[in-house]
């Protein structure tokens, strides 16, 4: 349809060729102003045909269509924990953190966190009954597809298992301007052809673990629950007074981020972690005793708490 609209803009750009005498000039402007509109008319006509076209594939997308590949079978299923184990030394490498994944070997779980506060940037959280793990993607929007709640199973062949900061993560490596290379975010194709969806989204079927304060200088409780969605109780902002926020610009990071202290904690502890672009980092820290749900990840050995969305923390 559209070749056709290219056609006929193609001919009125071109003079037409009547091949009248010259002494006819009124039956030749007569003649040429009947050929614009002849010519105006199919236009429109072109115009509304390829617009009745497109309504009639105006529906909502399908996801199981538009993302995925349908074709990933579930064979040499393991758990994360598995995974994460084999992987062990090279998640806690400070050098060379990441290694491409050689078998046949796929993860399956439900994804407990997205982008759609825009505080987790790039990437998803998936979980299964054995731990958590993060997952790259250079592509905004992941939350339209990827809902809390979606089972998916991730054929991780030739994809890249590694860490930033010891949080373990699939996706691609990445170096940055000090020469310090990273799991980072891999291309949306890439992953659209490594991914398949397992049911429809419950997000019923996600729910936190109560975060064990006991075990916070746990190295192996920071290992095994880096990753996964957890909500610590009882707890309070320090420093929240009513006016001060979650994230400024003023404050942030070199990865536009600003790390929130809890009362009784230090920050090389655990921290509540927001991005200057979440939706709420404008928004004054709650004050008073709150639990406070989200993703529990690491640099390092201190714990970082990623909120999903502003109403993770609750009073």
Known sequence: MLSIIDKFINQMRTPPQ???????TGQRKQNIDSDMKIRYSLIAIACAALVGCMDK???APNNSEAYGNPSIKETNVITISELKNNYANVIASQTDPYKQVENNIQIKG???????QGNIYNSVCLED??????????????????????EIIVNLKDLFVGSY???AAIGTPFTNSKDQTSVSRMNRYLWNEHFKYVGAADASKVQPEVFDVSKISDTEYLRTHSGRLMTIKGVKFKDADGKKVFATAAEKDAAN????ELEGFTNRQIVVRTSTYADFAAQPLPQGTVDITGIFTRFRNTWQILLRTESDVKK
């Open 129 to 150: 009954a054995t731990g958590g793990i993060l997952i790259n993607i250079a592509q905004g929007g992941l939350f339209g597809y990827l809902p809390v709640g979606q």
């Open 18 to 24: 009547f091949g009248w005498p010259k002494s006819r």
């Open 257 to 260: 981020s600003v790390n929130r």
């Open 165 to 167: 900061g010891q949080q």
């Open 110 to 116: 439900r994804i407990t966190g997205n982008d759609i």
């Open 57 to 59: 594939d105006w529906n």
